[in-house]
């Protein structure tokens, strides 16, 4: 096989999930015997500096690009670059993939999948979903606005209440518009069932799509690190700091604790705000000057070093109030043999079995989530007894198998049709 792994970002200077999920898979791809080559290419969303007069540079290895895009339509998820096909169909022309494998079309735009129909005929494309960006115009998060109110389903009426700027029409227009570029994609891979069945009832066939669990590093297997029944238990957050992931029902949480005169909670907080709208920037800074003493921000972490601060914690939290599909945070913290404390909605409630894995509060809910917190810190031991049944993360390699099984699949159906044969059905793949 001959891939090449397309990604919205690219990890060396974007520490999202997606990005990182993508990135990590493509490392242990190509290390596969049945793997000849292997390319990334990310592009850079305004954060690597373009080279004058080139679309495409190569800052961080010879087999890895990066696209400096010339704007981007986020509506449509359309790419209005006029230089963008003819530069993609050259770097197709000069790699020739059989593969091309694209984690989000954010930045690269759903008519990308048009010039690697056409210059690649004979190739398979297959696209990972990251979240609901096809059927959501807010951030693919599926949440209303102005109130973040859970959303449920998509439609043109639906979506014009939320965006009144925007027509019924626009809405179905834009619906039309993404699902005539899906048409070019052999196969979809979803992290969770929870994601692959908003998908299905969106649109896409069921036997077009497959759970895929995204991967994690192999860790070394080490003890359960000893309590001290005096110190207060640890709590942390990781990843991306924003309205969405539920920072301020944490420290909603917290103040709650407080005020109540609960001392047996600590809160570490550990990640970056930094890439989030000048609003939520300053709205989050001045909520820290006056942060509650149980909670500690640390900041940005590199990915590398994520597996010793969750083993420095006694659970980690997952507080979003959007539905997440697989948050990576939540495999890290198996890796980590560490408890997650979610929100009960979504992938974060397909993937966390409560009292199994960890525990669920109400989504949103900073009183129920400091409830759970309360009963917790009085009895640690019920975070501790769950090492027993927590669950172990999909390793990267067991996640590239499953992943090289689809790519041959997609072969075996191609060649199939080609021959006028009945095209066999795809191979149970679900893992999650």
């Not at 359309?78 to 059989?98: F, G, H, K, T, Y």
């Not at 409830?371 to 019920?382: I, K, N, V, W």
Request: include cysteine; proline fraction near 7%; aromatic fraction near 8%.
């Amino acid at each position: 096989m001959r891939l090449l792994t397309m990604a919205h970002l690219h990890p060396a200077v974007s520490k999202g999930g997606a990005e990182i999920a993508a990135y990590q898979l493509h490392n242990t791809l190509r290390s596969s015997p049945e793997v000849e080559a292997s390319w990334f290419l990310a592009a850079s969303g305004g954060r690597v500096s373009a080279r004058l007069g080139a679309r495409l540079s190569q800052p961080f290895g010879a087999n890895e690009y990066v696209y400096a895009g010339a704007g981007f339509d986020h509506f449509t998820h359309s790419n209005p670059d006029p230089e963008w096909p003819v530069e993609l169909a050259r770097l197709l022309e000069e790699l020739r993939p059989n593969v091309v494998h694209l984690h989000h079309y954010t930045n690269f735009g759903v008519d990308t999948l048009l010039t690697i129909r056409r210059v690649l005929p004979e190739a398979h494309i297959v696209v990972t979903l990251h979240e609901y960006l096809a059927i959501c115009n807010h951030f693919g998060q599926m949440v209303k606005r102005p109130g973040m109110a859970l959303c449920d389903r998509s439609s043109p009426r639906d979506c014009n209440r939320c965006f009144p700027e925007r027509s019924e029409q626009d809405f179905f227009l834009r619906e039309l518009f993404i699902k005539r570029f899906f048409r070019m994609v052999d196969h979809f891979i979803s992290p969770s069932q929870f994601l692959a069945d908003r998908y299905i009832a969106w649109g896409i066939a069921p036997s077009r799509i497959t759970v895929i669990e995204n991967g994690v590093p192999d860790a070394p297997s080490l003890p359960t690190r000893p309590r001290r029944a005096d110190t207060p238990l640890s709590i942390g957050f990781f990843g991306q700091i924003s309205r969405l992931k539920g920072i301020d029902v944490l420290f909603d949480a917290a103040e709650i604790l407080e005020e109540a005169g609960i001392t047996g909670i600590h809160i570490d907080v550990h990640g970056d705000h930094s890439g989030q709208p000048p609003e939520f920037r300053a709205l989050f800074e001045a909520r820290l000057a006056n942060a509650p003493k149980n909670v500690h921000v640390h900041g940005p972490y590199e990915n590398d070093r994520v597996h010793s601060l969750m083993r420095s914690v006694d659970a980690v939290i997952v507080p979003s109030v959007w539905w997440e599909n697989s948050p990576l945070v939540i495999q890290e913290a198996f890796l980590a043999r560490r408890p997650v404390i979610s929100s009960d909605i979504g992938g974060m409630a397909e993937k966390v079995r409560n009292g199994v894995d960890g525990f669920h509060f109400r989504a949103g809910n900073a009183r129920s989530l400091a409830a759970l917190l309360t009963e917790l810190s009085a009895q640690p031991d019920r975070l501790l007894a769950l090492d027993r049944t927590l669950a172990r993360p999909l390793t990267l390699h067991q996640t590239s198998a499953s992943t090289l099984a689809l790519y041959r699949a997609c072969s075996v159906r191609a060649a199939a049709d080609a021959d006028g044969r009945t095209i066999p059905a795809l191979p149970e793949m679900q893992l999650a």
